[in-house]
């Protein structure tokens, strides 16, 4: 990721660049957003024997049978 962004960050016109902060710290943020989810999701299933919250869906299937084909 840090390469894309020094990419990035070399081919952008120089009035450009303000945007180009602005979406690669909207990316960090959802970055951390993720991360947090994904603790949190750690902790459901370490209380609850594995299992995932309601409003989650499990497409474990969905992938393994894309990856597949």
């Known amino acids: 990721m ?3 962004f ?3 960050f070399n ?3 120089i009035g450009e660049l ?3 902060g602005e979406r690669w710290v909207k990316v960090i943020e959802n970055l951390e ?3 947090t989810r994904g603790r949190e999701l ?3 299933q370490q209380v ?3 299992d995932l919250p309601s409003e989650y ?3 474990t299937g969905l992938v393994t049978g894309s990856q597949a084909a």
């Open 11 to 13: 081919l952008t016109p």
């Open 33 to 35: 957003a993720g991360v």
């Open 42 to 44: 750690h902790i459901h």
């Open 48 to 50: 609850h024997g594995g």
């Open 57 to 59: 869906i499990d497409a």
């Open 18 to 20: 303000p945007a180009l």
């Open 6 to 8: 020094w990419k990035q």
């Open 2 to 4: 840090c390469q894309e």
